[in-house]
């Protein structure tokens, strides 16, 4: 069974930052690519980053760009975002997900998530 | 970027009916290549992380019920959730992947009525 688990989230003051993990199990993490997409509260899905398999190549969505970055260990099946300069609309819940193995870019499982707070 | 656009913003719909959502994007999403629709859509119940339903526009995920189907080409996609059950209330998404930035729309929240 797929299981992706999330942590390093927490409360942070505007300007701080925080690096995410994915603990990723039951499949070969080293074969799909990973994405991190975040859920303000009450509001719709987001995408964040992407990092394709050996992490050779990597995609932000342009509000994070310079800002997050989106890093793999494959010997650990472990998914990291290190975010910086933190502002209050980076505020969210922030899923991991796997990539399908067909298209790589739509997500066949996901995390519970980690909850980020940008606040002073 | 690829702009999403869901419709309706809600609906509700008595069991054992169908709920209709659709989703229009900026640009195709088809690639010439592969006659392909980069295409997903995803359900949301409350309290819980997305899950895949379709993908390739009308692909159904393993495990997803048939009542489930998706259609549509280049810009214009519909999810069709046919005899709609309670477990199908939830708020349902369509994402395209033709392209980085990947980009969501606002979603679709499904109520019974």
């Known amino acids: 069974e797929v299981q992706l688990v999330e942590s390093g989230g927490g409360l942070v003051q505007p300007g701080g930052s925080l690096r995410l993990s994915c603990a990723a199990s039951?499949?070969?993490?080293?074969?799909?690519?990973m994405t991190w997409v975040r859920q303000a509260p009450g509001k719709g899905l987001e995408w964040v980053a992407i990092i394709k398999q050996d992490g050779s190549a990597k995609y932000y969505v342009d509000s994070v760009k310079g800002r997050f970055t989106i890093s793999r260990d494959n010997a650990k099946s472990s998914l990291y975002l290190q975010i910086t300069s933190l502002r209050a609309e980076d505020t969210a819940l922030y899923y991991c997900a796997k990539g399908e193995s067909g298209s790589g870019w739509s997500f066949d499982s996901w995390g519970r998530g980690t909850l980020v707070t940008v606040s002073s | 970027d690829i702009v999403m656009t869901q419709s309706p913003d809600s609906l509700a719909v008595s069991l054992g009916e169908r709920a209709t959502i659709n989703c229009k994007s900026s640009q195709s999403v088809l690639s010439r290549s592969n006659n392909k629709n980069y295409l997903a859509w995803y359900q949301q119940r409350p309290g819980q992380p997305p899950k895949l339903l379709i993908y390739w526009a009308s692909t159904r995920e393993s495990g997803v019920p048939d009542r489930f189907s998706g259609g549509g080409s280049g810009t214009d996609f519909t999810l069709t959730v046919s005899n709609l059950q309670a477990e199908d209330v939830a708020v349902y998404y369509c994402q395209q992947y033709y392209g980085a930035p990947l980009t969501f729309g606002g979603g679709t929240k499904v109520e019974i009525k």
């Open positions: 039951g499949f070969t993490f080293s074969s799909y690519w």
